[in-house]
């Protein structure tokens, strides 16, 4: 079992940036493939970006150029730097790994095994 925590989550004018973090229990090398969900009250959960453990990175149109996901194996960690927001980024951010040692399926919005509590971003107008 793999455990992932999120933090850096906060509230933010439209325009600015922010960095949310993910810690993960196990090598994060292990972890073939990371990605990041956000869901907003009422509304599907969806995929904003993902990356593999080649670095190779995907994200959704809607945050395409505005957010960067990046993985740090020196410190187990995984990061979504999310520049330019908007009101409508407002959501809870969940990170998510997988094991599976093949992953040629990684891209944004793909079916992962284990998944973070979330933390929250709020962006005012």
């Known amino acids: 079992q793999v455990q992932l925590m999120e933090s850096g989550g906060g509230s933010v004018q439209a325009g600015g940036s922010l960095r949310v973090s993910c810690t993960t229990s196990a090598n994060i090398y292990n972890l073939s493939c990371m990605g990041w969900f956000r869901q907003a009250p009422g509304q599907v959960r969806e995929g904003v970006a993902s990356?593999?453990?080649?670095?190779?990175?995907t994200y959704a149109d809607s945050v395409k150029g505005r957010f960067t996901i990046s993985r740090d194996n020196t410190k187990n960690t995984l990061y979504l730097e999310m520049n330019s927001l908007k009101p409508e980024d407002t959501a809870t951010y969940y990170c998510t790994g997988d094991l599976d040692p093949q992953y040629y399926w990684c891209r944004t919005g793909a079916s992962f095994n284990f998944w973070g509590q979330g933390t929250q971003v709020t962006v005012s107008s």
């Open positions: 990356i593999d453990r080649d670095g190779r990175t």
